[in-house]
């Protein structure tokens, strides 16, 4: 249990850094492109730590087992990455963010169809409280929303929910190593194919015709740089490669349901580390936002740490 919310930990921090840190290098290198670099150094990195869970468990991967992480590796990581950037053209980047941050609502209820997890009380009113938080973020009446914008945002979430809730189905079997490690592999191989179909002629131009240059010939190693490198290896190391197992191994211990507020505490959590490292201002309604979410994701997690020290508070269930 207690080893379950030191991954989320983990986790949170290390998502939550994620745009931070990006912002060190914004426009240096193109976005799909270093989603490849993301991932397919995440799967190196993570590579020797799943091979020796697999022996320690004493699996073998076959056909069954690396289609399902093929199935995953296109679902969260192929599919919804690109269609996040995507998003990105048409609203605005922070209103992107927080509504990806809005994956436990698909999770909860994905998890309960797919998973049989319980919808408790306390995860109701989490969500409630979340929602609410979210929304003082966004601030929708002070906001143009773009509504294809918002469309393709809420697609990638619901694409990365789906990826989260399926990964926990192998996660006891194989371990969040194993799973983080072979979906990424499979995502970054599917995301390479389509980076260089975009260099057909035909293709490239189809994109920059349809207002879409940013995803026309994308490069695969021009723009990296000594000074942006560490960024580089913080977003695929760090981020993609210790931030995701983190979060497949606490759903070896918590339901998919709690391990997803993951994603509630980075809008929380990113302004935070914004303020302190690049000096952006954090406005009132953020501040609102932040209590209402940080409230949320504590009303569920504590009942379940209470729980475990054998308080079980049934009025929250």
Known sequence: ???????????VILFSSFE??????AGQINSVQLTLARFSIGFLF?????LHTLKKRQKHLDAKPLGYFALLGLTGIALSMPILHLAVNYTDSAVVAVLFSCNPVFVTFL???VLGEPILRRNVAALILEIAGTIAIISP???RLNLWGVFLALLSTLLFSVYGVMGKKKCAEYGGAVVTCFSFLFGSLIVLVFILITHIPAVAQALIDAQLPAF???PIFAGYTLENLPYVLFVSAGVAGIGFCAYFLAMEYQPASVVSLVYFFKPALSPVLAWLLHGEVVSPNMLLGIVLIVAGSLCSIIPGILEAKGHRPSALE
């Open 216 to 218: 026309s010939n994308i």
């Open 20 to 25: 931070v840190v990006l912002k060190f290098i």
């Open 111 to 113: 998890a309960f169809f």
């Open 141 to 143: 009446f002070h906001t």
């Open 46 to 50: 993570l590579l020797p730590l799943a």
């Open 1 to 11: 249990m207690k080893k379950g919310y030191l991954y989320i930990a983990v986790a």
